[in-house]
Structures are given as structure tokens and as C-alpha cells.
């Protein structure tokens, strides 16, 4: 690789076509972090950081995010040579702690620019064997029911191979079991509570088990392994860690602990891709099925996610849903779609992202812009 010769940092505003409640926080615009990597050759790359407008999913925040980024992850990275994007991890693990998400945006741009570079799609550069991914919708949280019914009825209609329900206390086994009925025993259905309940409430998530879902995604808190082990031997359904794998040895841990069966790999949260492939790595060598996990991110950050999701070991439906779920008009051309039963596919005949980004676009929704070289 070439060394890196500028990172602009730019923050914009997306609103979301329509809010997205989860059992921590409800967002109606993202603040969206955006990367434009230029290296001394002049080639440019994209990234997008996933950190959300709260630290109310992980400690992450745009704004900590942000000031993480500039002062201690780019300096990292500027005027380095590295052999390979793959080595870019290791500096940036060397005695700075945590900050995946901030970690991961710097990062991932570093494999999208190899890929241009190269002039290779993303997915094949990570090792892709793909051309379409299964994929799931992600319902936020619903006033009632018959409005979480309508939603999941009409995701199913549209060809989505998996419905996620977001759950809370109070909107669990009731909103679940509506859906069930409506939709029949084979709708593929599964629970995300954002760590909304503790081993106390292991008696009401056991009611879950009659509903046949797919998986129970991180009841218990953002950062433990430990408890989840103990919830898991109460329940038949398997447990799908998000929020507490940032890493192969936090999904170790969880494997050797039994404190899930399943892991939702989202790069944006495991520090990036070297982290990413390591976790799949592992995961299909201890035969545990991967998916990819979305943080509601425009057309940039999602063609990351699908490049990752074209890997084998991610045998279930990612939450990837085509742009127009999450977006009046995305940043980037084509827009991301979906066909009729529920695949999405890989742009194999471009190269990098395999989107042409909308720059004048990108331009007019930017709030704050800082040029760092
Ligand atoms: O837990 O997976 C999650 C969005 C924001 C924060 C956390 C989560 C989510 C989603 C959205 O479920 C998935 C998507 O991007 O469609
Ligand atoms: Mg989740």
C-alpha cells in the first residue's frame, strides 16, 4: 500500500424514513460519520464509522467516536506504509484500548482504498464466495401488537428471509407471540432485547421458547459473557451475542462458556475487517454460524457490511436491508436493493465499495468537516 496522505472526517445528517425505537433509545435522523482516505498515489476511499448519536448500544458515541478518530486513530495511520490492510489492527490495538467503532472506521477504509488500489471488489479482496446475501429486517419497536403484526406481515410479503423484533420489558412475549400467530410456524422470527433484561427475568425469556424463534439476541447486559451462560442453560432457544463480542477472544469466551450459540458480527463494532475475519475465522472452525449485523447505515457502511456478509461462514440473514427501508434517497448509486425473496447482491463487476458515492450529495448533508493530514 501507498501511505496514506489526508483523512477528511465529516459529519452528516440522515433522516431515517421513520424512527427506530429499541429497548435503549429511539433515533429519527443518524449523525453519520464519514471518511474520504486519500493516499499519496491520489487514490480515494470511503468508510463510514457506525458509532451511534448515544452511547446507549455500546460506550461509543458520534461524538467520543470523533474525537477518538482524529486524535489518536488517524495519527496512527498517516504517512505509515503498511504491507497489507491486514496489519493496519495490530498499531492500532498496541496500548490504545477499546474504541472499536472509531478503531473500525479508519480501518475499514484502509481495505476499501487496497481494493481500489488493486482494482478488485471489496468482497473479493476479504475473501468473498458469495454473490447474493440472505437478508433479514430489523422492526423497531411498535406502540402495539397489531402495528408490530402489520410490520412483520408486510416484511414477510416483501421477501425478507428473517424478521427481528426488537423486544423491551412489557413489549416481549405478547408483541412475539402475535407475530407467530399471524404469520404461521414457519416464519423465520427471532428477538433482539438490547440488553434489556437481567437473569432475573430468566422465567418470562423461558416463554419464548414455545414461539420457536431462530434466536434470542443479547438479553442480558452490553459487556458480560458470563451471565448469558447461565441464562443459556435455561433455555432451549440459542443465545446471539451483538453487543458483547469486540473481539476473536471475547467470541472464545462466549464458545467456551456456552453463553451463546450464535454471533452477529458487525465490523463497525469488532474494530473492523482484520477483526472481523478473525471471528469468522474462529466461528467456523468451532462450527458456531455467523451473521451480519447492521447499525442503520447508509449506502457506504453497507456495502462493508454485504462485502463481509459474502464470506462462507455467514450462514444466516444479515440485517441488510435495501436502502429505501432506511432512507427517502441514500448517498450512494445504485441504491442498495433487494430482489423479490430476499436477496441482496454483491457488486462483483466493480471495484472497492462497488457504489459510486454521491459526493454534491454528501456535500449538502455535511455539518462538520475536518481535514486531517
Ligand atoms: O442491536 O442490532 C442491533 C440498530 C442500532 C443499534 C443496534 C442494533 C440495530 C439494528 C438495526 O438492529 C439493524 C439494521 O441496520 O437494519
Ligand atoms: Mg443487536
Redesign the pocket.
Known amino acids: 500500500m501507498s501511505p496514506l496522505d489526508q483523512i477528511t472526517l465529516r459529519e452528516i445528517r440522515l433522516p431515517l424514513r421513520e424512527p ?1 425505537r ?1 429497548s435503549s433509545g429511539s ?1 429519527s435522523e443518524r449523525r453519520i460519520t464519514l471518511l474520504e482516505l486519500r493516499d499519496a498515489d491520489g487514490i480515494v476511499a470511503w468508510s463510514e464509522g457506525v458509532a ?1 448519536e448515544e452511547p446507549n ?1 455500546r460506550e461509543e458515541a458520534i461524538d467520543t467516536a470523533w474525537t477518538a478518530i482524529s486524535q489518536w486513530v488517524v495519527p496512527r495511520v498517516l504517512g505509515r506504509a503498511f504491507a497489507h490492510p491486514r496489519d493496519v489492527y495490530a498499531v492500532l490495538e498496541q496500548d490504545f484500548r477499546g474504541n472499536f467503532m472509531a478503531k473500525a472506521a479508519v480501518e475499514m477504509g484502509m481495505w476499501v482504498l487496497e481494493a481500489m488500489r488493486q482494482g478488485v471488489p471489496l468482497a473479493t479482496l476479504l475473501g468473498g464466495t458469495r454473490s447474493a446475501i440472505a437478508t433479514g ?2 422492526l423497531g419497536i411498535q406502540s402495539s401488537p397489531e402495528a408490530l403484526v402489520d410490520k412483520a406481515s408486510a416484511a414477510v410479503a416483501q421477501g425478507y428471509r428473517k424478521v ?1 423484533i ?1 423486544i423491551a420489558p412489557g413489549q416481549d412475549v405478547a408483541y412475539v407471540r402475535a407475530v407467530r400467530e399471524a404469520l404461521g410456524p414457519d416464519a423465520p422470527l427471532m428477538a ?1 432485547a ?1 440488553n434489556a433484561y437481567t437473569l432475573a427475568d430468566a422465567g418470562l425469556l423461558a416463554q419464548l421458547d414455545d414461539l420457536d424463534l431462530m434466536m434470542i ?2 438479553p442480558l447486559a452490553w459487556d458480560d459473557i458470563v451471565q448469558h451462560a447461565s441464562l443459556q442453560r435455561q433455555l432451549r432457544t440459542p443465545l446471539c451475542l ?2 458483547s463480542i469486540t473481539s476473536v477472544d471475547s467470541a472464545r469466551n462466549m464458545v467456551t462458556l456456552d453463553a451463546g450459540r450464535i454471533i ?1 458480527i ?1 465490523p463497525g463494532r469488532v474494530g473492523g475487517f482484520a477483526s472481523s475475519l478473525a471471528i469468522h475465522d474462529y466461528c467456523v472452525s468451532a462450527g458456531v454460524p455467523v451473521w451480519c ?5 447508509s449506502g457506504i457502511g453497507r456495502a462493508c457490511n454485504v462485502a463481509l456478509a459474502s464470506l462462507p461462514g455467514f450462514t444466516k440473514p444479515g ?3 435495501p436502502s429505501s ?2 432512507w427517502a434517497q441514500d448517498i450512494v448509486s445504485p441504491e442498495w436493493t433487494m430482489t423479490a425473496d430476499g436477496m441482496v447482491p454483491v457488486p462483483l463487476d466493480r471495484p472497492g465499495l462497488g457504489v459510486t458515492v454521491n459526493v454534491d450529495r454528501i456535500d449538502d448533508l455535511t455539518v462538520r468537516r475536518v481535514v486531517l493530514r
Open positions: 427506530f429499541i433515533v451511534p448500544y429486517i430489523s427481528k426488537k433482539d438490547n439476541e443479547q451483538d453487543e452477529n458487525k449485523g447492521g447499525m442503520l447505515e440485517d441488510l436491508s427501508r432506511y
